[in-house]
């Protein structure tokens, strides 16, 4: 699981170019919308293609997206029940 | 009709034109078969959060617009108008090599959603909350003259009282290298390297202390080299301008076979001074408006750099200067200035 995490901070800060941030910079439990990381909704966008692409999820409902983005950790525990790659 | 005056001019070119008070004084030679530009410090015109998403030609266009608009202190302009021959093509090529490699699946947005040609008007225009009117114009060589051209009418159709108008290229990291490629094949093709940049002004209907009138401006796609003295005489007749008042002459040369257009323009100002400046700012689509740049600031603070003398001497008092343009035979361009 912890290896999960590392990937998923080092995906996000590399295909969403959050130059100004580092893995350490990024707690599990951060929310990475709104107040913590900021991302806005292109970024969704690109998190659901990542989740497509990289684990063979596909997420149809936008109501199931805003949950399972809320930070590293929860996304991480959707992808391990969830993944198909 | 109203008369048009340019109030800023800026400029980020392979030069150090944006953040210096001089005006190429000090030049880097250009070699190679492409040159980047020198890039400002763009956190100081874009906010991060914005900055991360941005290619190098948006970046450059926002940052050289936002300036543009500072020294001509003006906040809201009355339109935006872009130039660009190849567009965002940093992006492009992004989203075309995730088409290949994802097997046409899995495309993700950003690179997509900034490819299009008009991003940097968009991004200017989003910055600013600017909903006036806002065009971009890409026809290869002419995509900068045609936004200029856009801009004369608002101005003199008193559709608007202050523009702002730029063109801009990035270099990318594939295709223009192809082009290059093929520039070379030949051994006959353009003797400059390509480069990229930015260029905007703010174009006005209202005379400053400072401004310097766009007389006029003309376009063809397409002269022979047996009617372009012909094309150039009617122009400044057009105008009112006789080939004795011009003072300066700036022609686009870049080495190539095509220079023979400039050869033969330049027959009929022999005894005036005849400036380039493509051997500073390499050759792209939307080089020109460096030369206008350049005319500008000659005209403003009375000096030419003495890297951009092709012939005749520096001379200290000039209020006409003409700027010629073309590439590849194709793409002409008339620019008459006064101050």
Known sequence: MADLRQELKEKIIEQLNLEEFTVADIADDDALFGDGLGLDSIDALELIVMMDKDYGIQLTDPKEGKEIFKSIAVLADYITDNRAK | ?????????????????????????????????????????????????????????????????????????????????????????????????????????????????????????????????????????????????????????????EEAENVLVGGYEELGKEIISYRRMMEDADGLGIQ?????????????????????????????SSISTESIQDSLKQFLTKNDVDLSEIDVFISGRNGDVFDSYYDLTAELFENITQLHYKHLSGEFYTASPFGLWAAYEILYRQEIPEAMIFKGEIKSDNHIILLYNQFKGRDHSFILLKR
């Open chain 2, 192 to 220: 400059v390297p390509y480069s990229e940049g930015a260029s905007f002004f703010v174009v006005s209907s209202e005379k400053t202390e400072h401004s310097v009138e766009l007389i006029d401006m003309e376009v063809y």
């Open chain 2, 1 to 157: 009709m109203k008369k048009v005056y340019i109030h800023s001019a800026v400029t980020i070119s392979a030069q150090d034109t944006f953040d210096s008070d001089g005006f190429l004084n000090e030049i880097k030679g250009l070699s190679g078969k492409t040159v980047a530009a020198r890039y400002p410090n763009y956190k100081d015109y874009i906010t991060p959060a914005n900055l991360r998403r941005m290619a190098e030609g948006v970046k450059m266009g926002v940052s050289a617009a936002s300036k543009a608009l500072k020294d001509a202190e003006i906040t809201q302009p009355d339109a935006i108008i872009t130039g660009t021959g190849m567009g965002c093509i940093d992006d492009t090529e992004k989203f075309l090599n995730a088409i290949i490699s994802n097997d046409e699946q899995f495309l993700t947005p950003t690179a997509f959603i900034q490819s299009t040609h008009n991003t940097v008007g968009a991004q200017i225009a989003l910055g600013l909350k600017c909903k006036a009117y806002n065009n971009t114009y890409s026809q290869a060589a002419l995509s900068f003259e045609w936004a200029l051209m856009d801009a004369q009418l608002l101005l003199q159709q």
